[in-house]
């Protein structure tokens, strides 16, 4: 699942002209590790490009299908949809989840 949401960071950021674009992710290969560092690295990729675009007054990212609101909507809509996936995924398997994981998995604290 997030080899999947990097990927759909990766093409958009990639859409926009990110240079060089975010590293893609084999999902039957990939370390945590890996996921963590190529997460952020989007994550700080399309925050430029969206950062770039509203403070210019650009009704888009260059390069993207869509205005620039309407992705940024699009990519954390999708990211929030994949999050509450591997949080179901985890609860299956056995994982409790205490108030500081959700915290830290919805972004709203970098460590507690």
Request: some cysteine.
């Amino acid at each position: 699942i997030v080899a999947h949401m990097q990927g759909v960071r990766r093409t958009f950021a990639r859409m926009g002209g990110a240079q060089p674009a975010p590293p893609s992710l084999d999902r039957r290969t990939v370390t945590q590790t890996q996921a963590r560092k190529a997460l952020e690295q989007s994550t700080e990729d399309l925050a430029r490009l969206f950062e770039s675009a509203l403070q210019s007054r650009q009704a888009r990212v260059k390069g993207m299908p869509r205005r620039a609101i309407d992705m940024l909507t699009y990519l954390i809509q999708h990211d929030a949809h994949h999050r509450g996936q591997i949080c179901m995924l985890a609860r299956d398997l056995g994982h409790t989840f205490n108030g500081g994981d959700g915290m830290r998995i919805w972004g709203w604290k970098k460590d507690l």
